[in-house]
């Protein structure tokens, strides 16, 4: 069937009917007090299949694992200490309030809320929030080498779209340091027998049976055997898709093939126009560059951010004096300075790279200056904080951040979109949960800075835990075999998939059209989108996916590990959901957060919501046309407004 650019069917709206009612501080007590549990003697007898082994995958599988279940996890690395949370920098809020310097679990929400430009659902939030406390005992305890004060209190910093000190940290590497705590709980599982870890295995689908997830099919990415695993739930944790764009800040393995496979089963997937762009990366340095790097926000406590104040001045940064600088956020936004979140500050340097005054080749670029910093407080401290941030600037890019500012320029980092989950993680499916970034729930239109970390743990250890158990208490499932026909069906379209790629056997490599793909998409639906730039994002999208398809070279077989093979699946998914992710950002004519329209603009050029009209959650449906279901959003505790960080 063809359909015009843009088009949609209108479905039945959708509501979470799974959050309780009442006061929202007392919601989550209320929901984990009332729920159904699984006795122990009975958890023994039920099965569960986890996705992914980053913080939310390898917090949910340990936990599970400790409760009693019957864990399998998966993963495509081949190591869960090889998932990409390994990569988050600058920290993870908590509202502990160690600073005493006014913070609480209602300032979290309302930061979080406001920072997501009113997109998200309260109930959700609030409870991240609440739960955001826990975390930190939790990974203390893990033994996470959290930055200490000279006393020995753990140490807090700043973060973006906050005016409070709340952010937890590990120098530069607190993802790496909260995965090792994770990784440590799930192993202790897995020597005690509760969890069962499959590495270097991709899900290719989801099995659903009489309407209800029942499995996965797998394929093991050394020898190619496609195999199914059946379960009475699934809970899928396998991240964002922010590769859709090419280059971005995830690791080249993050994909949505997973997600996206769940979504052609039946999930629906929700608000995936939703990407966060990230404003401290290094900037592109060549055509044929496969990957961005982050450089943490962490890195906007100390340094300042700025270009010179006229367009065209090629000067080096220390010829540069004082009065013929323009830092830029500091003027537009006093109240936060450089510490805005992270859609404020991606557009306004946009803005002033747009205007002729980026620095760097071809003039995208502004710098990032600790020459105050070390100034103020001396290279020891710097580094104490920085220093493993610093190293890796000055290893990518050959100059010392000590003598000269860095060069940044804004990046895809984050998904805000994602499966479609009620206040109990559960999808459309009954028997799939959704988990971390994989899900859409709690970050609205923009994520603050610190909230992945948050969110990924909150789920894997304290939420999935207390809300699974009301659904595996009617299990466990009537038996199923591999030779069930939605099983054999399920295992044959893999197949089917994988010899098609095999034996187009064309002219053109995989990462070509990723790399094409990435290019249409960062072009027409990235930092700024029009009506006229996403329709004809969708013309080019579908035309390069019909000439993927006729020309696509996938060298080697299905029997062997084949890198190239595994990528050209995820490039056919990156195919369907940019076409869908057009269509999202293309039926909501607002700005809010990250989907920035050129259309919908304040005159000052910040981001103009139409809550008459969009104040919900788009829910899509898997079809041609694609079918559109709307949760509205209720807001009972904040009253959105127009939000100003000046």
């Not at 897995?190 to 069962?196: E, I, L, P």
């Amino acid at each position: 069937m063809t359909t015009s650019p843009g088009e949609y069917v209108l479905g039945e709206p959708i509501a979470d009917t799974r959050a309780p009612d009442g006061p929202l501080a007392e919601r989550w007590t209320k929901r984990r007090s009332t729920g159904r549990l699984v006795n122990p003697a009975n958890r023994r007898r039920l099965d569960v299949i986890v996705v992914g082994s980053g913080l939310a995958g390898g917090s949910a599988a340990a936990t599970l694992g400790e409760l009693g279940y019957r864990v399998r996890c998966y993963c495509y690395q081949d190591s869960p200490r090889r998932a990409h949370s390994i990569a988050a920098q600058g920290g993870i809020n908590a509202a502990k309030n160690y600073r005493n310097d006014g913070d609480s679990v209602e300032r979290l929400f309302h930061d979080t809320i406001k920072g997501g430009d009113f997109r998200s659902r309260e109930s959700n939030v609030y409870r991240l929030a609440e739960v955001s406390v826990e975390i930190i005992d939790q990974c203390v305890a893990q033994g996470v080498p959290f930055a200490r004060e000279y006393g020995g209190l753990l140490d807090t910093r700043s973060f973006g779209g906050a005016q409070v000190s709340r952010t937890f940290y590990a120098r530069g590497q607190t993802g790496q340091q909260l995965l090792l705590g994770a990784y440590q709980a799930l192993e202790r599982q897995v020597n005690a027998g509760t969890v069962t870890m499959h590495t270097r295995h991709e899900m290719l689908d989801l099995i659903v049976v009489d309407g209800r997830a029942r499995g996965i099919v797998v394929r093991d990415l050394e020898t190619g055997a496609v195999t199914v695993d059946l379960a009475d739930a699934v809970v899928l944790a396998s991240g964002g898709y922010g590769n859709v764009f090419h280059l971005s800040t995830n690791a080249k393995g993050c994909n949505v093939t997973a997600s996206w496979r769940a979504h052609r089963r039946g999930a629906l997937f929700a608000n995936p126009a939703f990407t966060q762009i990230h404003p401290t990366c290094i900037p592109v340095s060549g055509d044929h560059q496969s990957k961005l790097t982050l450089m943490s926000e962490s890195l906007r406590n100390d340094g300042r951010v700025w270009v010179p104040s006229s367009a065209g001045d090629t000067r080096a940064p220390a010829d540069i004096p004082e009065d013929e600088r323009d830092y830029f956020l500091e003027r537009r936004y006093p109240a936060y300075g450089n510490l805005v979140p992270r859609d404020i500050a991606s557009r306004a340097t946009k803005a002033v790279c747009d205007d002729g005054r980026g620095v760097g080749p071809g003039g995208r670029g502004v710098y990032l200056d600790f020459a105050d910093a070390l100034s103020r407080l001396g290279r020891a401290t710097v580094e104490a904080r920085y220093g493993n941030l610093f190293e890796m600037y000055e290893r990518i890019t050959g100059d010392d951040p000590y003598q000269t500012p860095m060069r940044i320029y804004p990046a895809v980092h984050y998904t805000m979109g994602g499966l479609w989950v009620d206040y109990d993680l559960r999808s459309t499916i009954p028997g799939l949960f959704v988990i971390g970034e994989a899900n859409f729930s709690d970050h609205g239109a923009n994520r603050l800075g610190a909230s992945a970390l948050m969110q990924g743990l909150a789920d894997g250890y304290f939420v999935l835990p207390n809300t699974i158990g009301a659904y595996l208490a009617d299990g466990p499932f009537p038996k199923l075999t591999p030779k069930h026909p939605d099983v054999v069906e399920a295992r044959t379209a893999v197949t089917d998939q994988v010899q098609r790629l095999l034996t187009t056997d064309g002219d053109r490599s995989v990462d070509s059209f990723h790399r094409e793909l990435g290019r249409i998409m960062w072009e027409y639906c990235g930092m700024e989108r029009t009506d006229e730039g996403l329709r004809k994002a969708i013309e080019l999208i579908r035309s390069l996916r019909e000439e993927f398809w006729a020309r696509v070279k996938v060298p080697g077989t299905g029997a062997e590990l084949n890198q190239s093979l595994e990528r050209a699946g995820r490039v056919a998914d990156f195919f369907e959901l940019a076409e869908l992710m057009c269509v999202d950002a293309l039926h909501r004519t607002e700005s809010c957060g990250g989907h920035f329209r050129a259309e919908s603009q304040t005159p000052d050029g910040e981001a103009l919501r139409d809550d008459e009209h969009f104040s919900y959650v788009a829910a899509w449906e898997f079809a041609s046309p694609p079918v559109l279901h709307k949760e509205d959003l209720v807001f009972e505790y904040e009253t959105p407004s127009q939000r100003s960080y000046s």
